[in-house]
């Protein structure tokens, strides 16, 4: 039996799930991550907005077209390369790229590559391919966040179009957007049967952006809050089936919630790296920091979490390729993922000690790990998913 190379990148050792053409892939974002990303995230953090340029030079590498029909400039590519490009994002010194990034390909263009018109398709998707236009999705509110059934935004029909009135909140890419995937209720009496998607060009009078500030962690993304005061909407605004929008949420959910669990195990590696280099560097007493059993042991669990967060989401990619229905699985991933994360950047955190506590690479890292706890559906919400599932 030939040598496993043990130095490897632990997915180059995943034959079951990546080929050579991942691979070569995860190299080459994450060349782009080191080399044009991260000396310049930190001005990026600064200013709160990822600079609209930068979304055209992601567009020419082809990050954005992962999973799109190569009519419209994609690469037709199935779960994987996304999954790759979310775990090399997330090695980026602001994760607030990788979700600015994220949520225009990974989270609002697979509503229209799966439900969207041929006409709306050729209208939008090689310009949000190209990066040259942004893509936003507008599913939370103010009163409802993970319960996407709660919403209060509505849309009536006037004449040979609609009308869409309420606002949402805590939306991604807002200020940047040009384009946004809005969620409301075609049918307020039959709660979560009556949710339409609507497409909502930026420029619709009626439609206006409030951009939030202090976030905790992500700042290089723009969040907002956007209102809708009676926007009409042409006709062909509606995407997809009419009252069938909460079930196309839910197809695409399994999407989000894959590649967020694909970049808490990135996240989690990169820092888990960088502390075994911090802890055989730092003197303590005798030795370093290293040598202390202490540290060994907590080292070892967080790498034990870590291949096993790592495995429970390209076993969910595995099933997703092979069109196994995966909703409890993928909610298992991505909850446990993001819990692990957390608890492994904490932990590494603890191992820099004061160092980790000012700005820092680990201080960062703790700071952008804490969406994930919450967003794309709360690890609670999650939970309550898998009963459901379970039959309990």
């Not at 190569?70 to 999954?83: I, K, N, Q, W």
């Not at 103010?142 to 309420?166: C, E, F, I, Q, Y």
């Not at 998607?197 to 939030?212: A, C, D, Q, Y």
Request: charged share 25%; aromatic share 8%.
């Amino acid at each position: 039996m030939a040598a496993v190379d043990t130095q490897a990148p632990p997915s180059t050792q995943c034959s079951f799930l990546f080929d050579a053409e991942h691979e070569a892939f995860r190299a080459e974002v994450r060349r782009y991550v080191e080399q044009e990303l991260n000396p310049r995230s930190d001005a990026w953090d600064e200013s709160g907005r990822i600079p609209r340029e930068e979304f055209l030079r992601a567009g020419e590498l082809g990050l954005f077209g992962l999973a799109v029909p190569e009519a419209y400039g994609g690469s037709a590519g199935d779960c994987r390369m996304p999954l790759v490009m979310a775990e090399e994002m997330a090695r980026a010194r602001s994760r607030g790229v990788s979700m600015g990034f994220g949520a225009h390909s990974a989270i609002a263009m697979p509503h229209l590559v799966r439900f969207g018109t041929d006409e709306q398709k050729a209208r939008y998707l090689a310009d949000l391919v190209a990066g040259r236009r942004i893509a936003a999705l507008g599913v939370t509110e103010p009163t409802a966040g993970s319960n996407v059934a709660g919403m209060k935004s509505t849309v009536t029909r006037d004449g040979a179009g609609w009308v869409l009135r309420g606002e949402k909140m805590f939306i991604t890419n807002s200020v940047n957007g040009d384009l946004f995937f809005v969620a409301a209720k075609t049918n307020p009496a039959a709660g979560h049967r009556g949710v339409s998607m609507f497409l909502v060009e930026r420029k619709t009078p009626g439609f206006s952006v409030e951009e939030l500030k202090g976030k905790l962690g992500r700042r290089a993304s723009d969040t907002g809050r956007l209102r809708f005061d009676n926007c009409r909407l042409p006709a062909d605004a509606l995407l997809g089936q009419e009252n069938h929008g909460f079930y196309q949420i839910m197809q695409c959910f399994e999407h989000e919630r894959l590649v967020i669990a694909g970049g808490c195990v990135g996240a989690a590696d990169m820092v888990l790296e960088e502390t075994q280099k911090w802890v055989q560097n730092r003197v303590y007493g005798e030795g370093t920091l290293a040598d202390m059993q202490v540290t060994k042991q907590r080292l070892a669990k967080s790498a034990t979490e870590l291949e096993a967060a790592r495995q429970l989401v390209y076993y969910c990619a595995r099933r997703v390729m092979q069109s196994i229905p995966s909703l409890k699985e993928v909610a298992m991933a991505k909850a446990f993922c993001a819990e692990a994360a957390f608890r492994i950047i904490d932990d590494c955190l603890q191992l820099h000690g004061g160092y980790g506590y000012f700005d820092s690479p680990v201080e960062r890292a703790y700071r952008d790990i804490r969406l994930d706890r919450i967003g794309g559906g709360a690890t609670e919400v999650m939970y309550d998913i898998i009963a459901k599932q379970m039959g309990i």
